[in-house]
């Protein structure tokens, strides 16, 4: 019998900012496991029987044995008052896009929900067509925060932007403060293959290059249809 060992996604993961490729990595998932799953016990008394907590749920557990996580590089306080929110990073450089509510309010109510577009340092590329689910590492985040990140598919051949949005409940005034390193997403294959994440600090101009945009709308797909052209015209094959 013959065994076929499954290749790789090698994915490059590309910042120009050295603090960031010093101190905040994108890492593999299981080294994020939260510190409060850690802290519980296996089981408890349940009256007369042993019960198992949450430290034995295999689906939470199954989740951090996949994909990897983007952590947050450096703190983030977000301040929402009278249905109003602001943000300070504490790297001061850090930018954010927000994005018009005619282009989501039929998702949610732009009077009790506020949107934020982080702009990552982190690109990250790969020559697999491979999709990847982009989601929130729920159990990593404080509920009380009453904030999401929206799920979604994401595909590092084509596009290699990692910006994390946010959508912010601004029912009442508080004050949310994450902290640098806090998971923020959890990026996960749609694949049985293992990944191998490769990291490298490049120069600005380089990283400009990578994030080149040169279309108002429908970046993705145009330029998906460009590479995919570029391909076939370098297959010997393809006529």
């Known amino acids: 019998m013959f065994f076929i060992r499954q290749k790789k996604i090698i994915l490059d993961c590309f910042t120009c900012d050295k603090s960031v490729f010093d101190y905040a990595q ?6 994020f496991y939260p510190k409060w799953l850690k802290s519980i016990d296996k089981n408890y008394e349940d009256g007369l029987k042993i019960t198992s907590t949450i430290k034995k749920c295999e689906g939470l557990l199954q989740t951090y044995q996949h994909g990897f996580i983007i952590p947050l590089w450096c703190d983030l306080a977000i301040n929402v008052e009278n249905k109003n929110y602001n943000w300070q990073f504490a790297d001061f450089k850090t930018e954010v896009e927000v994005h018009s509510s005619k282009q989501w309010d039929n ?3 732009p009077t009790k929900q506020g949107h934020m577009k982080i702009i990552s340092p982190w690109q990250i590329k790969t020559k697999d067509e491979i999709y990847f689910n982009y989601t929130a590492p729920y159990w990593n985040l404080n509920l009380d925060d009453n904030f999401s990140i929206p799920s979604g598919i994401v595909n590092y051949k084509y596009q290699y932007g990692t910006n994390i949005n946010l959508f912010i409940n601004l029912s009442k005034n508080r004050k949310i403060n994450l902290e640098f390193g806090t998971p923020i997403a ?5 694949s049985e293959k293992n990944i191998e994440l490769k990291h490298h600090l490049i120069s600005y101009f380089e990283w400009q290059s990578i994030s080149a945009k040169f ?3 429908n970046q993705y797909n145009t330029k998906k249809r460009l590479d995919q052209n570029k391909e076939k015209l370098k297959c010997p094959f393809h006529k």
């Open 215 to 217: 279309k108002f709308n």
């Open 26 to 31: 994108i890492d593999y998932a299981n080294n």
């Open 107 to 109: 998702f949610a109510d």
């Open 186 to 190: 959890h990026v996960i294959p749609l």
